[in-house]
């Protein structure tokens, strides 16, 4: 019931962050902004509907990296609870990957056929039920199956959250409302490491998925209470579900969507790179504990819950392109200067934190900047969008999370240059496919593109 309450108490405290935003920004010129008078569109509510509507979509975004970051900091304990190797416990982490890549895939544009309302409930509901069978999982093989499914419910609230914020808000407006969805979402790595090693100080590694249950009961009431159907029959994809999953073909089609979705999707990589690797670099390596790790962990969080922060002061004031390109640049720069420190200096414990801490900055600004592009340039199959754009994204960091296990824990290096080869590949993504000077899916010019 402690943790329970410490919980809805952090989800409080989302609510109350949006609740400034929205004091901010008056609500004529958030909601319906851009869209024409005979576009149906939902009804626009109320200051405090959006107050709430945002905080549980900013919830049901977050439990997706409580769900990867909690139970980090146990992995040395929970690899010795059930006998497994390293690389073992980290294809724990890419089967919940996995299962975000699947349901989103799947969820995203079945939603823009039978709407977000219900899929949002089952998912919700479904997380719960899962994170139950992985705390009673016997052995590591359990685990991980119950892991993907607990990703694939968790994926229904991912997805169609970004959905939801693109039914709901056009214009200049919807980036600054990625913005507060990443912003709460960075506040979620930041909590979930401290919460993690606060319940592995008077349990074990089983009690964490505890926790996640509870947080997923009180997701469904959020939903429940707090988000109401947000895409209208007459909006809706006709001709079945097929078709639906046929506009996703059509956004692979495009060169600009793709490139931004690799962007995005390598960025992703070279992040879960460094989520599931960095607990055998910092613990192992440089012998910390778990309670010093997950300050670690935290403080890089808020690099990102930062960089967050300066864009949405800045979007609508500067092109989003422009954002994007900086955070490449940024986390470039951080991720360049790991693999350049290690090999000149040798192993630091402050060196490896302060690059890193650069590299997650400059994953801050981009996240927002990418995803508020990529919708704008699928304005009439947001679930579809948005199921490639988070798809590709957990896809990619299924693939890369297991592959510094396979290295060992002698050398932060490894981690550094698979992170580095992410970000290269998506600063060429960027130049050869986004083309990011032609200004695409900036809100003056998003009809055109």
């Not at 609740?19 to 958030?30: A, N, W």
């Not at 919830?59 to 769900?67: E, H």
């Not at 296990?405 to 050869?432: E, Q, R």
Request: charged share 10%; proline share 4%; glycine share 12%.
């Amino acid at each position: 019931m402690v943790l329970a309450s410490s919980v809805w108490t952090n989800l409080l405290k989302g609510e109350l962050l949006v609740y400034c935003y929205v004091m901010i920004f008056p609500l004529s010129t958030r909601v319906g902004g851009t869209r024409s008078a005979t576009s149906a569109s939902p009804p626009v509510p109320s200051r405090r509907a959006v107050v709430v509507l945002v905080a549980v979509l900013s919830a049901l975004t977050a439990v997706v990296p409580l769900g990867t970051d909690m139970y980090v900091p146990g992995f040395p304990a929970m690899g010795d609870a059930l006998g497994a190797s390293s690389s073992a416990v980290q294809l724990t982490m890419t089967a919940y990957l996995a299962g975000l890549v699947v349901g989103q895939l799947l969820i995203g544009p079945i939603s823009d056929k039978i709407g977000r309302r219900r899929l949002l409930i089952g998912g919700a509901a479904g997380f719960a039920v899962s994170s139950v069978l992985c705390a009673v999982a016997p052995s590591v093989a359990v685990l991980t199956g119950a892991r993907f499914l607990q990703g694939a419910a968790g994926a229904a609230g991912l997805v169609l959250a970004r959905a939801v914020l693109a039914d709901r808000f056009h214009g200049r407006e919807l980036p600054r409302y990625f913005a507060v969805l990443y912003q709460i979402m960075s506040v979620a790595p930041i909590a979930a490491p401290v919460l993690g090693g606060a319940t592995l100080s008077v349990s074990t590694w089983r009690a964490v998925f505890i926790v996640l249950t509870a947080i997923g009961l009180l997701l469904v009431i959020g939903v429940i209470r707090g988000v109401p159907e947000s895409l209208p029959v007459e909006r809706r994809h006709s001709g079945g579900v097929a078709s639906s999953f046929r506009a996703m073909g059509e956004l692979l089609a495009r060169r600009m969507f793709i490139g931004y979705a690799l962007v995005l999707t390598l960025v992703s990589a070279a992040l879960f790179t460094y989520i599931s690797g960095s607990s055998f670099v910092f613990e192992s390596l440089y012998g910390v504990s778990s309670t010093m790790y997950s300050l670690i962990f935290a403080t890089n969080a808020a690099g990102m819950l930062i960089a967050g922060v300066v864009f949405s002061r800045l979007a609508g004031r500067v092109r989003l392109n422009s954002l994007l390109m900086a955070g490449v640049g940024i986390a470039a720069l951080g991720v360049v200067a790991q693999v350049l420190l290690v090999l000149a200096v040798g192993e630091t414990l402050t060196g490896t934190w302060v690059t890193l801490f650069v590299t997650l900055s400059g994953v801050g600004l981009l996240f927002p900047a990418a995803m508020s592009i990529g919708h704008a340039l699928a304005r009439n199959a947001s679930g579809a969008a948005s199921a490639l754009l988070g798809g590709f994204q957990f896809l990619f960091g299924a693939l890369a999370s297991p592959l510094v296990g396979l290295f060992g824990a002698d050398s932060s290096l490894p981690m550094a240059l698979i992170m580095l080869t992410a970000v290269a590949a998506a600063g060429a993504a960027l130049v050869a496919l986004a083309r990011p000077w032609q200004g695409h899916g900036e809100p003056a010019t998003a009809t055109g593109s």
